[in-house]
C-alpha cells in the first residue's frame, strides 16, 4: 500500500532471483570495459512490464485492483540477446524469443494502465534489462550474453524513488502467475 496520497512513479516489472543478478553483475564486470557506462545496482536489475509513471495513491488503488484479477501461468525468460540503445544510452539484456506469456502479461498491463490514463509509448514492447546508462558512445558488445534463464513466478508493482542521489526500487505489491485452473485444483 502507498503510504501517502501525492503521486508516486510507479511500474510493473518481473524481478530478477538474487542470484542472478549477482551473476549478471559479474558477468558484465567481466565483459565491459569501465566507460562504456553506468553500470545499475544488482539489486535494482528488472524486467520493466508497464511504465505507469507518476500516479496519484487513489489511481495506483484502481491498478492494482485490476492487476489482482490477472490469471495467468508463469513462464520462462531466458536472457539470450543483448543491445545497445545509443539514444536513450542503454546496454541490455533482452529475448530473441520472448515467451507468448511474457508477451500476453505486458500487453494487458500496458492496455489496463492506457485506460486508466497512464501513457502508453506507441512503440513496441522490447522486454529487456537495462544493463548500463548513459552508454550514449559506440559500445563493445560481447558476442556471447550471459545466457540466463529464470522462471517468472509472479510480478510486482515497483515505486521508483530518488534516496539521497540514487534511484531505489521498492516493491508495492506482487501477484503470482497461476492459471485459475491450477487454483481451482486446489493446489
Ligand atoms: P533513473 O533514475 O536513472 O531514471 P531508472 O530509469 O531505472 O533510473 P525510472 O526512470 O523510475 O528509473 O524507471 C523505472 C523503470 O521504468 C525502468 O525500467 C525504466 O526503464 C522504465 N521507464 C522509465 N521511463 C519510461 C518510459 N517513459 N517508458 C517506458 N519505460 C520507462
Ligand atoms: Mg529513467
Not at 2 to 12: D, G, Y
Not at 47 to 61: D, Q, Y
Amino acid at each position: 500500500m502507498l503510504k501517502t496520497a501525492s503521486p508516486h512513479r510507479l511500474f510493473f516489472a518481473l524481478t530478477l532471483p538474487k542470484t542472478m543478478q549477482r551473476r549478471i553483475v559479474q558477468w558484465r564486470a567481466d565483459n565491459f570495459s569501465p566507460e562504456a557506462g553506468h553500470p545499475i545496482a544488482a539489486a535494482n536489475l528488472h524486467l520493466t512490464l508497464a511504465f505507469l509513471g507518476e500516479v496519484s495513491a487513489a489511481k495506483a488503488l484502481i491498478l492494482q485492483q485490476q492487476a489482482g484479477r490477472i490469471s495467468q501461468p508463469g513462464f520462462d525468460v531466458t536472457l539470450d540477446d543483448i543491445g545497445h540503445w545509443p539514444g536513450s544510452g542503454v546496454v541490455w539484456l533482452g529475448c530473441k524469443n520472448p515467451p507468448r506469456g511474457l508477451l500476453q502479461l505486458a500487453q494487458l498491463l500496458r492496455s489496463q494502465a492506457a485506460r486508466s490514463g497512464c501513457y502508453q509509448s506507441p512503440l513496441p514492447f522490447h522486454p529487456h534489462v537495462s544493463l548500463l546508462r548513459g552508454a550514449t558512445r559506440p559500445v563493445a558488445i560481447p558476442a556471447k550474453t550471459a545466457n540466463e534463464s529464470f522462471r517468472a513466478s509472479h510480478f510486482s508493482l515497483y515505486e521508483s524513488a530518488l534516496v539521497r542521489g540514487r534511484t531505489r526500487y521498492n516493491i508495492v505489491q506482487s501477484w503470482p502467475l497461476v492459471s485459475s485452473e491450477r487454483t481451482s485444483d486446489g493446489v
